[in-house]
Nanobody
Framework: QVQLVESGGGLVQAGGSLTLSCAASGTIFSNKAMGWYRQAPGKQRELVAVMSSDSRTIYADSVKGRFTISKDNAKNTVHLQMNTLRPEDTAVYYC??????WGQGIQVTVSS
């Protein structure tokens, strides 16, 4: 059974930083893309950042230059370093693997 466990969310002031982590278990992840999506209240879920199996990255325009995705294949983990956070980054953040498996989501709240 595939499990994705997210951690690192919380409340931070605008301009601050947070690092989200997602620990995956239950299958081989080194050959799959891993990434982060988010969903704000009343909005659709959107891609934040994704890293392919060969370490290519894609970022949403709104987070380019502020967020960095990284992956540790040996530990089956993916991280999202979020800097210079803005109130509009407030959302539930979801870890995703292979566009198939989803974490339970973790709240990130940025106060102004």
């Amino acid at each position: 059974q595939v499990q994705l466990v997210e951690s690192g969310g919380g409340l931070v002031q605008a301009g601050g930083s947070l690092t989200l982590s997602c620990a995956a278990s239950g299958t081989i992840f080194s050959n799959k893309a891993m990434g982060w999506y988010r969903q704000a209240p009343g909005k659709q879920r959107e891609l934040v950042a994704v890293m392919s199996s060969d370490s290519r990255t894609i970022y949403a325009d709104s987070v380019k230059g502020r967020f960095t995705i990284s992956k540790d294949n040996a530990k089956n983990t993916v991280h999202l370093q979020m800097n210079t956070l803005r109130p509009e980054d407030t959302a539930v953040y979801y870890c995703n693997v292979g566009l198939v498996w989803w974490g339970q989501g973790i709240q990130v709240t940025v106060s102004s």
